[in-house]
């Protein structure tokens, strides 16, 4: 990733953040864009050992804070 390389950023979860919010502000599709993002978040992590959480959310968990934390990564990074 670019801020890897021109910021010598290497802490991982910072990257991971940096991948999220590009997904998120770049707006690739009409609907989905935090989905995808946190998908693409989860697998950069687990490539590198990492988990985000050891179940996977369902559609009856109350998803409102992980939106919450997605806005509040791309307004603050």
Known sequence: MNIKYYSDQSDLFH????LS???IKNHAFQNGNKRVAFIA???FLKINDYRL???????NDNSEGLADA????TINQ
């Open 70 to 73: 997605y806005i509040k990564i």
């Open 41 to 43: 978040a989860d697998i």
């Open 53 to 59: 959480q050891r179940t996977p959310l369902t559609s």
């Open 21 to 23: 919010k590009k997904i």
């Open 15 to 18: 990257l991971t953040a940096n």
